[in-house]
Nanobody, 120 residues
Framework: QAQLVESGGGLVQPGGSLRLSCAAS????????MGWYRQAPGKQRELVAD???????NYADSVKGRFTISRDNAKNTVYLQMNSLKPEDSAVYYC??????????????WGQGTQVIVSS
């Protein structure tokens, strides 16, 4: 099994910045795509950004130029640097990863979520 633990959420004023982190642990053989999703009240969960093991990235149009996803493969950790935050970025942010567990194959894993509130 594997676990994803997020940190870094909180309350920030419009125009401010936050950095989210997500660390994977467990009997990990390899981690493939890692990503961040978000879900605002009354809305569906949506992809914010993802990154392959080789570093190729993909962003939602709404965050391009403001958010940066990165990962440290040695630490099994993915980051999301969020700049120029807007009230509409307020949501619960979830980490996601495709993880190959030693002896058990590959499965999709989710973190517990971290709240981001952008408000003055």
């Amino acid at each position: 099994q594997a676990q994803l633990v997020e940190s870094g959420g909180g309350l920030v004023q419009p125009g401010g910045s936050l950095r989210l982190s997500c660390a994977a642990s467990g009997s990990i053989f390899a981690i493939y795509v890692m990503g961040w999703y978000r879900q605002a009240p009354g809305k569906q969960r949506e992809l914010v950004a993802d990154i392959t093991r080789g570093g190729s990235t993909n962003y939602a149009d709404s965050v391009k130029g403001r958010f940066t996803i990165s990962r440290d493969n040695a630490k099994n950790t993915v980051y999301l640097q969020m700049n120029s935050l807007k009230p509409e970025d307020s949501a619960v942010y979830y980490c996601n990863a495709g993880i190959w567990i030693t002896g058990r194959g590959t499965n999709d894993y989710w973190g517990q979520g971290t709240q981001v509130i952008v408000s003055s």
